[in-house]
């Protein structure tokens, strides 16, 4: 079945530092790819998306790119900020958005 | 966008009993589902709440241990029954229109002693 493997943390970082959380991904057929992030005290939001090969997604300065050939959908940052302090999941689906596979999160710590 | 209110928050319980949690959204939704999240391991799909209809349960969850309600479009429980420790995990529950994103909520911390 679908699984998804994204590196343990937890993960500390000064500010402004570059970030990268690796995310490797097992599934049949070409799933869609998703960062989800959970801050403290708050539900799953879904931070970005990619829905074909090569396609990389973006928000708030977060970038992964769809890596058919490796399997993989690392998330980066270039400069890393307190309030991205959170803990991330990697994610796919088969079937559009819904019945989401998750990997097990990686907590991000980022001191000032 | 989508609003997901989940309670209770937090619940501590004693083994043999059951907990309902409650999924309210503040819009009406095509698809709900119920995940769980257990110490130190990924969201788990426990099943998807139809409306109108029984619940499509993934392998290894059963609607004898985790029934599940959807009278309408905005509405689940989840409930969680005859509890052991090994229940005690975050219950998340998450709603969203057929190819449009997931949204989720903050999630129900259940202890069970």
């Known amino acids: 079945g679908d699984s998804v493997t994204q590196m343990e943390g937890p993960v500390t970082l000064s500010e402004e530092a570059f970030l990268t959380i690796n995310c490797t991904y097992t599934?049949?057929?070409?799933?869609?790819l998703f960062w989800y992030v959970q801050y403290p005290g708050e539900g799953l939001q879904l931070l970005l998306k990619?829905?074909?090969?090569?396609d990389k997604g973006s928000n708030k300065g977060f970038e992964a790119t769809y890596r058919k050939e490796t399997t993989s959908f690392h998330l980066e940052k270039g400069s890393v900020q307190v309030s991205d302090s959170a803990v991330y999941f990697c994610?796919?689906?088969?079937?559009?958005?819904?019945?989401?596979?998750f990997g097990t999160g990686t907590k991000l710590q980022v001191i000032p | 966008s989508a609003v997901i209110s989940q309670k209770p928050s937090r619940d501590i319980c004693q083994r043999g009993t059951s907990l309902t949690i409650q999924c309210q959204v503040d819009?009406?939704?095509?698809?709900m589902f119920w995940y769980r999240q257990q110490p130190g391991q990924s969201l788990t799909l426990i099943a998807t709440?139809?409306?109108?209809?029984?619940?499509?349960?993934e392998s290894g969850f059963v609607i004898d241990k985790f029934p599940i309600s959807r009278p309408n479009l905005t509405f689940s429980t989840l409930t969680v029954s005859n509890m052991s420790p090994e229940d005690s995990s975050i219950y998340l529950c998450?709603?969203?229109?057929?190819?449009?994103?997931?949204?989720f909520g903050s999630g129900t911390q259940l202890s069970v002693l």
């Open positions: 994610a796919l689906s088969d079937s559009g958005y819904q019945k989401v596979t």
């Open positions: 599934a049949t057929g070409y799933p869609s």
């Open positions: 709440a139809n409306q109108g209809s029984e619940a499509t349960y």
């Open positions: 990619a829905t074909k090969a090569d």
């Open positions: 819009s009406q939704v095509t698809m």
């Open positions: 998450s709603a969203g229109t057929f190819n449009e994103k997931l949204f």
